[in-house]
């Protein structure tokens, strides 16, 4: 299958890219930002054969879209990852790099023109490939250790009311019990397999670790980014269960 080439404004093929591999077609959607100080330092570094890196498509602030790798091919994006119990996230997804400087650059707002585009160019996607909904996610989803793109500024509400992904309003909770790193017991362990039923790949073994406070960075980064600080507090619990009553 091939886009809409009215949503392409340019093709920069990139040599980093390869074949898919296990699988016979793509069932998900990851979105980044660029997070570099440019739209043209991007592209120099997704199509740079030593940068070891590439996206399907990048989409700059003004809204173009340049493609740099074919769908049916497997583009470098994701890195190590996973989601949903699956890794090798690259042979499953289609990437989409959104340009804006990112968190160590000057992060700031996405453009209108640019989510507009971005919007369309994930329409086009999912309508085609048939991606559900649970699988539209954040690089910061498939890799919450290391990754925090594309941030707390990406309106994934708009994303969902034009029928792409998930989104909830994040509750305004202020009082309740909460959870944080180095609790445990049923209580953590029911809260982990919440996060596991999203996606999010987390032991549920009733220890709230590292690696549970990273996980719920990610979620609260994504459906709840008011306040990013890895505790599960009474917002970030009520917004985890009315994503999964959504479901």
Known sequence: ?????RLVDRILASPNQGERVG???PD???LHYTG???????????????AEVSAHYVVDEDGS???????????????????????DVNSRSIGIEI???GHEHGYRPFPPE??????????????????????????SDIAPARKEDPGELFPWDQLFRAGVGRWVPPSNLRSGRFLSQGDRGEPVAAYQSMLGMVGYTIDVDGLFTA????????????????RIDGVADAATVATLHALLKSF
């Open 65 to 87: 879209v340049v493609q740099l790798v074919p769908e049916a091919r497997r583009a470098w994006h994701a890195g190590v990852s996973n989601w949903a119990g699956h890794g």
């Open 28 to 30: 998900m959607l990851v």
């Open 114 to 139: 640019q989510i507009a585009s971005v919007v369309r160019l994930c329409r086009d996607c999912v309508d085609r490939w048939q991606i559900p909904a649970a699988n539209i996610v954040a690089h």
């Open 1 to 5: 299958m091939t886009p809409n080439t």
């Open 23 to 25: 699988v016979e077609r």
């Open 36 to 50: 570099m100080v440019s739209a043209a330092a991007a592209l120099e570094r997704l199509t740079d054969p030593a």
């Open 211 to 226: 690696h549970t406070r990273l996980a719920t960075i990610a979620f609260q980064r994504r459906f709840r980014p008011s």
């Open 99 to 101: 340009v804006n400087p």
